[in-house]
């Protein structure tokens, strides 16, 4: 049951690998509708992940409490082994393509919000941004 697990976390981080690369290269594109019908794709491979994380854990401590005598290493096969060395793997990589995602986003945002500063100048009052007095940019003629 523990290979099963492991084999469906392996194929739900692999479809979060692959839903981020298609997201840096809409990013890169402009193509930001993409992403948003996306979302909804990838909040269900992540909470689908968690729920098979939890069963790993689960069937492992069941292991272990069953074998309380013998190491981990020696109650597990050389497949549930190579999963396992697998699933570090790829979670090493989603951290990595998220990351560089993250930077992506961070960066559009940043220039939006310079736009959008610059089309709309603000002022602080208090800790919130409220459009300027001085906005003279936009007039709107009846």
């Not at 930001?32 to 729920?51: N, P």
């Not at 793997?89 to 559009?108: Q, W």
């Amino acid at each position: 049951m523990l290979s099963h697990h492991l084999q469906n976390a392996l194929k739900d981080l692999k479809d979060l690998i692959s839903i981020t690369k298609s997201d840096i290269e809409d990013i890169k594109q402009a193509q930001h509708d993409h992403q948003f019908e996306r979302l909804s794709i990838k909040e269900e491979k992540l909470k689908s992940f968690e729920a098979k994380k939890a069963m790993i854990d689960y069937e492992i401590s069941s292991l272990m409490t069953s074998h309380p005598d013998v190491e981990l290493p020696q109650l597990l096969d050389e497949t549930q082994h190579q999963l396992l060395d697998e699933l570090k793997i790829n979670l090493s990589e989603l951290r990595e393509v998220n990351k560089h995602y993250a930077k992506l986003v961070v960066v559009v945002s940043n220039l939006y919000n310079t736009f959008l500063e610059r089309l709309v100048p603000t002022e602080m009052q208090g800790y919130n941004k409220v459009a300027s007095k001085d906005s003279t940019i936009l007039e709107v003629r009846v």
